[in-house]
Each structure stands twice: as structure tokens, then as C-alpha cells.
């Protein structure tokens, strides 16, 4: 759950009025890749929700190498309308950037190839950019459906990688980027507007970077787009054991720290390459982590990992995006 209360407020009705619901047209997306059997389980749940009169239909966008997917689409509900795209780059972001080609209006729904979605989930994201059009992008909560539940120590560190994200029962304006990949919605222009999606991020990426939906939602925070957060826009996410054990909690928080990195970019004055407040933080982490591990508290000593891991992939994104900058001088200067 979020516990930041900073980071949103009570929403108040727009005074604005976007095109009539029948006017909308909704779009869904799935990138995927190597989950057939999981695909065809999201494809039957979507097909069973409420679709609202501008439904238009739902594209899967098959990345890497092909492992039946298209079979998976040509036998989905005809009610779905669903259409296979193919991006041959394994790249979820590059996926995605395939499925804005393909689209020039109306609003996207991102979803993942391992969600069930509330029957009633399309309706309130159609009513929600009906009553506020461009210019603001949506998010609902998110649960975990665990293959093999965890134990209760590791919860607190799986919660936004796996589920169980929500803001409560009430809709309200954000201004961080809180939505999963899995459950969230945008205007087609203004995701073209920001340049589509990095690819440097998200599963796939050379960087191995995770949050390509968290760097296109900051990107539009800071052009001044606003967040909406939808408490009946539900959508379960499976988690398989193999994404909730100790270690791949460890990898998944070096992951996010190299695209926090990333993200953080060259600041100012460095120590190795890297600025200097980062550089303070990352010692100050390596001192924790050599506590924790002393502790005799399995758990004491599981955070002080999960701190200096993401820590490092901090560091690791800083220089990655250090070579990326120093580079583009080079060019610049040739």
C-alpha cells in the first residue's frame, strides 16, 4: 500500500467536459512475451468485464521470439476484438512504442499478459477521461494473486513489484508516479506528445532497467498533466513463486535502482564519476548493509541487502546515463 499521503489529495470534479462516452475510444494493450497460457487467461477476463460503447478493441504486441501468441489471439473472444501486432526487438517498451504507431486518438489502457480485471474497470476509466480529457492520465489499485503465498516478513518489500497497491476507496488527484504497468490508462496524444516510451526502461532493456511505465508518468508530471487515481478500476495480478522468493526480491530492487539512476542523471560535482550526494548516500548504505549483516535478525539483515542492492543499481544507472551524456558531447562537439 502507499503510505505517502503527500503524494495525492481528494479529488474535486473537473469543471471540463470531454467527448460523450459513445465518443471515446478505448483501446487496450498487452505487450507480451513467452506467456501464452497466462495471455489467454487475461484475453477470457477482459472479455467477460462491461465493455463501454467506445471500446474499439484490444492489441497484443508479441516481442522476442514467438512462442504462440498469435494462436492465442486468433482463438481469443470475438466480443474482444482483439489484434496481434509482432515487435521483433525483446523490449517491452519498444513494444509499446509499436502499439502508439498503430493508434492516432482516443485512450490506452495498459495491461499486463498476468491480470484479471473487475467487470466494471473499462466503464470507470472511459467516465473518468470522458469527464477530464487530455491532459490527465488514470490508475487503480492493484492485488496480487500469488501462486505460493510469501512469507509475511517479505510482503513489505514485494508490494508495488507484485500488488497490493491502492490509495484507498476514494478518488483522488496524484502527483508522484504510483500506477503499476499493469493497471493504468493515457490519451493517445499526449503519450505521443512526450515521445512514446523509453526504451532504455522496462523489461528487456539493455540497462535492465525496470519502470518504463513510472519514467512515462513522471514525464508527465512534469509537463503538468495530472494523475487520477480510480479505486473501482480494479485488477488482480498473478504472481508466480518464481517472482516472490528472497532473491528475486533482491534483484527486482537493483533493477529499480538502475532506472532511479537513470532517471537521476549527472547532478553536479561528483565523487567517482558520480555526484557527490549520491555518492555520500551510497556510503552511508554500504556502512548499513555492514551493520545489518552482523545482525542476528534474518530480517534485519534481508533489509540491509535489499538497501544496498538497490543502492548499487542506483550507481550503476548514474553511470550508465553518465556514458549516455558524455557521449552526446562528444557528437555535439565533432
Not at 501468441?69 to 473472444?77: A, E, F, G, L, N
Not at 519498444?94 to 498503430?102: C, D, G, I, S, T
Not at 496524444?189 to 512515462?216: C, H, I, N, W, Y
Not at 542506483?314 to 553518465?322: A, D, H, I, W
Request: proline share 6%; aromatic share 8%; net charge positive.
Amino acid at each position: 500500500m502507499f503510505h505517502d499521503r503527500a503524494c495525492f489529495r481528494h479529488h474535486q470534479p473537473s469543471a471540463h467536459r470531454g467527448p460523450r462516452l459513445m465518443e471515446l475510444k478505448l483501446t487496450i494493450g498487452i505487450a507480451t512475451a513467452g506467456r501464452p497460457t497466462l495471455l489467454a487467461r487475461t484475453l477470457q477476463s477482459l472479455a467477460e468485464s462491461v465493455h463501454p460503447s467506445g471500446y474499439r478493441e484490444t492489441i497484443v504486441i508479441e516481442n522476442g521470439p514467438k512462442c504462440g501468441v498469435q494462436d492465442v489471439v486468433r482463438c481469443s473472444p470475438k466480443s474482444l476484438r482483439t489484434r496481434y501486432l509482432y515487435e521483433p526487438q525483446a523490449n517491452k517498451s519498444a513494444a509499446l512504442n509499436r502499439l502508439l504507431e498503430e493508434i492516432d486518438d482516443g485512450l490506452i489502457l495498459f495491461a499486463d499478459d498476468d491480470i484479471r480485471i473487475e467487470p466494471g474497470s473499462l466503464r470507470c476509466y472511459c467516465e473518468a477521461a470522458v469527464e477530464h480529457g487530455p491532459g490527465w492520465f488514470f490508475g487503480g489499485p492493484t492485488r496480487a494473486e500469488y501462486e505460493l503465498q510469501p512469507p509475511a516478513w517479505l510482503m513489505n518489500f514485494l508490494l508495488h513489484s507484485t500488488g497490493n497497491t491502492t490509495l484507498g476507496n476514494s478518488t483522488r488527484t496524484v502527483h508522484q508516479p504510483v500506477f503499476m504497468g499493469c493497471n493504468w490508462a493515457a490519451h493517445v496524444t499526449d503519450l505521443k506528445a512526450v515521445g512514446g516510451f523509453d526504451v532504455r526502461k522496462g523489461p528487456g532493456s539493455a540497462s535492465r532497467s525496470v519502470g518504463q511505465e513510472t519514467d512515462m508518468q513522471q514525464r508527465f508530471l512534469k509537463r503538468g498533466l495530472q494523475g487520477l487515481y480510480l479505486p473501482g478500476a480494479v485488477a488482480w495480478h498473478y504472481v508466480p513463486r518464481s517472482r516472490c522468493s528472497p532473491q528475486w526480491t533482491l534483484d527486482r530492487s537493483f533493477r529499480e535502482g538502475i532506472c532511479g539512476g537513470i532517471n537521476a542523471g549527472q547532478r553536479g560535482a561528483s565523487l567517482f564519476g558520480r555526484p557527490l550526494k549520491d555518492s555520500l548516500k551510497l556510503l552511508r548504505s554500504l556502512v548499513s548493509y555492514g551493520v545489518t549483516r552482523l545482525s542476528k535478525n534474518p530480517r534485519l539483515r534481508f533489509y540491509g541487502e535489499h538497501k544496498w542492492h538497490w543502492r548499487s543499481g542506483y550507481r550503476q544507472g548514474c553511470g550508465l546515463e553518465n556514458t549516455v551524456q558524455t557521449i552526446n558531447k562528444t557528437r555535439n562537439a565533432a
